[in-house]
């Protein structure tokens, strides 16, 4: 059986929706699941101005944190981050940070990694925040195992480096079909990757 685990960070909650629905495909796969938030980094007082994002907060201050030991743990892990101005946000970046003991012993290469996403708005920094993402991947020494065009519900949503989303002007659109389809086709193929590796 192979080992998922999906960790993120979200401050509004399609990251969080994104990620339960990965760790929820990931266990249809057959893998053994963790679904990990990074912890909050922003002052009170920045998640207070934002009503979703202290909703968010308040909703999800007592979900399981992400330590290094899942990411040694798995052998798979789905990252999830909001676009920071085409870029990781600063919370799941703080985590990788903190990985380098881990790294410096080998413990994070060899292992199945991919990436997801969300923006605002359309061509809203998607993209580069995956390969942003990803430049941390090359150095753990792991394989980025990319949803591509490997299927075709990835015509759909059109992202072939990970999956990502568009929540709109109002920072509330829901998940739709092709999302929802693109999200359990990225679960599925790193859980069936990492158990060829594994095998």
């Not at 799941?92 to 080998?106: A, C, N, R």
């Not at 949503?157 to 109002?170: A, I």
């Not at 999302?179 to 060829?196: I, N, P, S, Y």
Request: glycine share 10%.
């Amino acid at each position: 059986m192979a080992k998922l685990a999906v960790i993120y960070y979200s401050s509004t909650g399609t990251i969080h929706s994104m990620a339960k629905r990965l760790a929820e495909a990931g266990e249809k796969a057959g893998a053994e699941v963790r679904l990990r938030q990074v912890p909050e980094l922003a002052p009170q007082e920045a998640i207070a101005s934002n009503a979703s994002w202290s909703q968010h907060f308040d909703a999800t201050k007592n979900e399981p944190k992400a330590t290094a030991d899942d990411v040694v743990w798995a052998d798979a892990v789905l990252f999830g981050t909001p676009t920071r101005y085409g870029n990781v946000s600063s919370q799941l970046k703080q985590f990788l940070d903190t990985l380098g003991p881990q790294w410096s012993q080998g413990l994070l290469a060899n292992k199945v990694y991919a990436g997801f996403t969300s923006t605002m708005t359309a061509h809203g920094g998607q993209e580069s925040t995956l390969l942003a993402l990803y430049n941390t991947i090359y150095h753990f020494g792991g394989l980025i195992v990319p949803p591509g065009y490997t299927d075709p519900v990835k015509f759909a949503d059109g992202n072939p480096y990970g999956v990502s989303h568009v929540t709109g002007g109002n920072n509330d659109a829901p998940l739709g079909d092709a999302q929802l389809a693109a999200l359990d086709h990225m679960a599925e193929r790193v859980v069936t990757f990492a158990g060829k590796l594994s095998a």
